[in-house]
């Protein structure tokens, strides 16, 4: 299982979709949270069979300011 906490800062309120991607681009998991504009915190928790790698998360939001981010499961 893989949980972590993560920081984004959006400049007005709206969705942000929260990716879990292998390196082949391929989305292991995606949720979207409403977000409050300025800073914000987002716990994630990604339960089941996440096999050990490399993995990368993206934070995106409808202004499209992205964030990614190295996951690396051991």
């Keep these: 299982d893989i949980s972590f906490s993560v920081a984004n800062e959006v ?14 681009g391929t989305t292991i998991t995606s949720e979207i949270i409403e977000a409050a ?12 069979q ?3 790698g490399i993995y990368l998360l993206m ?4 202004q499209h300011t992205s964030k990614t981010m190295r996951v690396v499961k051991r």
């Design 59 to 62: 934070l995106t939001s409808d």
């Design 50 to 52: 996440l096999k050990s």
């Design 11 to 24: 400049p007005t309120a709206g969705p942000v979709r929260i990716q879990l991607m292998d390196l082949n």
């Design 37 to 48: 504009s300025g800073r914000n915190q987002y716990q994630f928790e990604q339960g089941g």
